[in-house]
């Protein structure tokens, strides 16, 4: 299904992040927009976070159907809504809002699009995972493979409050056990994880040379190593672990994904994601 024709009024969708320029999601979307032959638009917008508020009520004010919300923005967004959906209850962050009547709605999409691209190499339930970072993405991650079945999740991160608090979650509302393990020396990977995620920005453009201080002999060929960063999808990580014979999942499938779901709360459509990964393949660097 997708959204009547409104004569020359187009639907508005967007994005608020900061910085903002290096964010290949404005040309994924309105790739997929123009491929649907929809008259909607995705505006890219740097909003500092002194700004956030007057952007969710200028969204709020000219109609918008929704928008994304990336770094720094997605704990912060929370207080400028009316609702949050059961899942950013749960992880604490929004990373979609989407226009309900009035109502301005957070959801996540993060967890769901990883789970999405997870899923078309290994089937997280039963899995120990290893989780580097504690952020609004390892968040929605942590929650959404729980929730999936993963058998133990080990948090890996710098600061104890907050992967603490992550840790606590994940024990308190799903039945997947968590534990911390304060990253304060070089990690060495158990030799009985199945998956290990990156969850943090080490390794994003233009700090393409940072690597995750981890002991790469750790990795073994039985595991699945994941990286969310989409810019370069090649990491460090994922190259040092194609070279230990792992399977290697980039950050572009879980990009794609969450925009499907997003385009899905905003238009009704569920779009093609083979347009989405080609767009973003032309433009990140590898």
Known sequence: MSPEPRGFLSLLTGSFSTPAAD???VAMVEAAYRHHQLDARYINCDVPPEALGDAVRGARAMGWAGFNCSIPHKVAVISHLDALGASAAVIGAVNCVVRHGNELVGENTDGRGFLSSLRTVVEPAGKAMVLFGAGGAARAIAVETALAGAADLTVVNRDPARSGELVELINQRTSTPARLVSWDRTYRVPPDTDIVVNATSIGLHPDVAAQLDIEIDSLSPAMV?????????????LEHARERGCTTLDGLGMLVNQAVISIRYWTGLDADPGVMRRRLEQLVRT
């Open 23 to 25: 964010n290949p999601t």
């Open 225 to 237: 190593v994941a990286d969310v960063i989409p810019n370069p999808p090649m990491t460090r990580l």
